[in-house]
């Protein structure tokens, strides 16, 4: 017997993003006058909407006095998100979710790693290659080795065959990270179709749903018939309002499920979680208000037009890429036929631009890297600029 | 096989606060009119310091601009805070600790809810009895079942004996939840050297830290030489600073543990975890500025000076009551042979106050309800009057 949980060995040495930190702070330590730009990790630039930083200071104020105070909130999340959450993002759509299917928490990463815990030991999980770490470490750390890889990659059109053996859960993240593609509602049902025949799970990761411009794709799985019997949802602030720092998601856990996973959802967050910050919560009811929402699009409509630049740049530099029309995430194949790392260190030295290998998401991801369209316009456009330079 | 964790089914159905809150909801729907005082879960009523109020506004502003915007914080937190921490927390009573050593996250109760994670599964772990429950939940979760009691009572004056077998894992929480009991450095000594000699690691609970008056009382686990190469030690602000809505918090892993603990923890809070909100751990900072600690040392003493009516005038009431000297704390036995249930029923009905079962911790609380020192002075007196009312 040893003392330490051994699964945690098998994994690569650090997570992706630490990894990639760790080689820029090298080449910052080297080259300190180097302007570097970085399109790599997915985080955002653009300041919380003013709607939000005013929900913000109020929510700041009533901790100021006794009277108006909170302390421990509901184990769920206040009533005032979660109504707000099923109006906005399901009613108002015409799905059918209610607040008691609704568990506010941190963040979908936090959610995402977690929820793994609820299930067997020795369920067979399908992951698409290449697929956000998160999924992939978080169940290896719970001793699953079983994992079944569903390749997506420019053959495929990125889209994910369905599996040709019995699988018991089901990770998709559509908007997809990383390669920015998605699916439609047709090919969203098949996997529903599947997952009910199959009486699997699909964990459904809808954190970019903000940034969905065309009408065949469908903003949340409860859209396709069924799938409130076989789907949990994630949903993330991150995104969707520049909640990186602030920290706020919530997680939809139908009563439809065959398996009682709300039940245990229930109990795992009331023992291991003590909620999400009541200011983040104010935040994030912000998000829903008639200026809120307003504001929110107009950031996510200026990182689309980032995007849109980086597509026409870049395919005009003669590069292949893919993703970054319902997506912030472009998934641009190494030129050259290098590999991942080798493209990353080639944009850090010679165009001083970070971009996230794409092997770092999985076999399947060798020979293409990320690229982010969080960046500001100036530094989106620098990047573009500085990539034109070195061909 | 089954698709769920079984282990989910072995628990108790509700954690113990979701229990109380649903018992006291059915009594107040039957009696519109109670006028209820909770004395039950451990939540703050005081508010925000002004000094952490203003560094919360300040915060907020940051977010407003992209020139002081922040997205994802460093994974194991800001430096800004790490390093107040080991300033004060630490290096001011002469504790060797180092900012690497220290990750900031969401709160007590997630840390010492998820650390269980890097351990082994077969690793055999002891517990006080009675127990903050996230402790024994958590691992139960895991699937761990040989778990040690270490009974502590009144006939041991609730000091732990140490095991007569050997444990891997000790959980000690002091100042203690529920108790309210503490060890002295003399006694803490001696799990250190227990844990030394065994190779044990001692997971160090140390919420209620801010409490402590009497000198003889250790502050940290640090304080007790070669504890550096034993214990982790889990650190708060919800009750040091009135954080159970903010939600701040976090945990020492030095790097004399023989177990590789640090980069566990780090791998495992980097996969599932996104760091606290950037407004908590701003505010986490202001609890060290000299306006942050005066306030923060003046609600402590108000919630002190309620543990101190309250010890005073059960004890004239004829109650028996233990704790509440170096923490917010009392472990009041029950009257007339009552079960810890008999008497939050009786407690509630006749006198309308909440108290949390002492069995809700373990065995070992049955005869016993844990009441918290955390309401407000009116709150506080009118409870000690209704029950004086009932005798």
Redesign the interface.
């Known amino acids: 017997?040893?003392?330490?949980?051994?699964n945690?060995l098998k994994?690569s040495e650090?997570?992706l993003?630490?990894e990639i930190a760790r080689k820029v702070n090298a080449y910052k330590e080297e080259n300190p006058k180097a302007d570097i730009i970085s399109l790599g990790?997915g985080?955002?630039?653009?300041?919380?909407a003013?709607a939000v930083?005013e929900a913000?200071?109020k929510a700041?104020?009533e901790?100021?006095?006794?009277a108006s105070?909170?302390?421990?909130?509901p184990?769920r999340g206040y009533d005032f998100l979660r109504d707000a959450i099923v109006e906005n993002d399901f009613r108002a759509h015409g799905i059918d979710i209610v607040a008691d299917e609704v568990f506010v928490g941190?963040?979908a990463?936090?959610d995402t790693?977690?929820f793994q815990?609820?299930?067997?030991?020795?369920?067979v999980i399908a992951l698409t290659d290449p697929v956000y770490?998160?999924y992939m470490?978080?169940n290896r750390?719970a001793g699953r080795t079983a994992l079944v890889k569903l390749p997506c990659t420019a053959e495929n059109d990125f889209v994910p065959e369905l599996p040709g053996e019995h699988v018991?859960?089901v990770y998709l993240c559509y908007p997809n990270n990383p390669t920015g593609t998605t699916l439609t509602r047709g090919q969203l049902a098949q996997w529903v179709d599947y997952a009910l025949e199959q009486d699997a799970?699909i964990l459904y990761d809808a954190a970019y749903e903000a940034y969905i411009q065309r009408r065949d794709v469908p903003h949340s799985i409860y859209e396709i018939p069924g799938a409130r019997e076989c789907a949990v949802e994630f949903r993330s602030y991150?995104k969707t309002a520049?909640f990186?720092?602030?920290?706020c998601g919530y997680t939809v856990v139908p009563k439809d499920l065959k398996?009682?996973?709300g039940a245990?959802w229930s109990?795992?967050q009331?023992?291991?979680?003590?909620?999400?910050?009541?200011?983040?919560q104010r935040a994030a009811e912000a998000v829903y208000t008639a200026e809120g929402r307003a504001q929110v699009r107009a950031t996510v409509a200026y990182y689309m037009e980032n995007a849109r630049l980086m597509r026409e740049r870049l395919t005009s530099m003669g590069f292949k890429v893919y993703g970054g029309i319902d997506a912030p995430y472009l998934w641009m194949q190494t030129p050259a036929g290098m590999t991942s790392w080798e493209c990353f260190d080639w944009m850090l030295r010679s165009a001083h631009v970070v971009c996230t290998p794409g092997v770092g998401f999985g076999c399947c991801g060798e020979g293409y890297v990320r690229l982010t369209a969080f960046g500001?316009r100036e530094n989106t456009e620098r990047a573009l600029r500085q990539m034109a330079n070195q061909l």
Chains 1, 2 share one sequence.
Not at 43 to 48: E, I, R, S, Y
């Open positions: 017997m040893t003392l330490i949980n051994e945690f994994l650090s997570y993003f630490t990790i985080d955002v630039t653009q300041p919380l003013p930083i913000l200071h700041v104020n901790m100021a006095t006794a105070f909170r302390g421990y909130g184990e941190d963040g990463k936090s790693g977690n815990e609820l299930l067997g030991k020795d369920v770490p998160v470490d978080a750390m018991d859960v799970i991150s520049g990186t720092g602030i920290r398996l009682p996973l245990l109990r795992r009331a023992t291991k979680f003590n909620g999400a910050s009541y200011l983040s500001t």
